[in-house]
């Protein structure tokens, strides 16, 4: 049975730093691409950021809104991922999944879709407050 699970949420002021990870179990994801995705209470999830296979560790896109705060990187021998978060916002609030595609060569338009990706974590709350 496929598991993806997602720890590192947790309280934080705004300004500061989280760091979310996902451990996968269950299949082999040494190939997949990997992807973090967030859902605020009464809107649609969202793409927050994507890391690519490849031989050399993975290209990465970001949403324009985490940008430069946001760092997704990859363990391809320990099957995780992570998204260092600093600089958080209110704005930032929300459960955060993390997702695996396993369909290769796909372009970052598909990678930044929900519809793409074949396993989901139960998520992780994040919330930015003071």
């Known amino acids: 049975q496929v598991q993806l699970v997602e720890s590192g949420g947790g309280l934080v002021q705004p300004g500061g730093s989280l760091r979310l990870s996902c451990a996968a179990s269950?299949?082999?994801?040494?190939?997949?691409?990997w992807g973090w995705f967030r859902q605020a209470p009464g809107k649609e999830r969202e793409f927050v950021a994507a890391i690519a296979w490849s031989w050399s560790g993975g290209n990465t896109n970001y949403a324009d809104s985490v940008k430069g705060r946001f760092t997704i990187s990859r363990d391809n021998a320990k099957i995780t991922v992570s998204l260092q978060m600093n600089s958080l916002k209110p704005e930032d609030t929300a459960l955060y999944y993390c997702?695996?595609?396993?369909?290769?060569?796909?372009?970052?338009?598909?990678?930044?879709?929900?519809?793409?990706?074949?396993?989901w974590g139960q998520g992780t709350q994040v919330t930015v407050s003071s």
């Open positions: 997702a695996a595609n396993t369909k290769p060569e796909l372009p970052w338009s598909s990678l930044k879709s929900v519809s793409t990706y074949d396993y």
């Open positions: 269950g299949r082999s994801f040494s190939r997949n691409d």
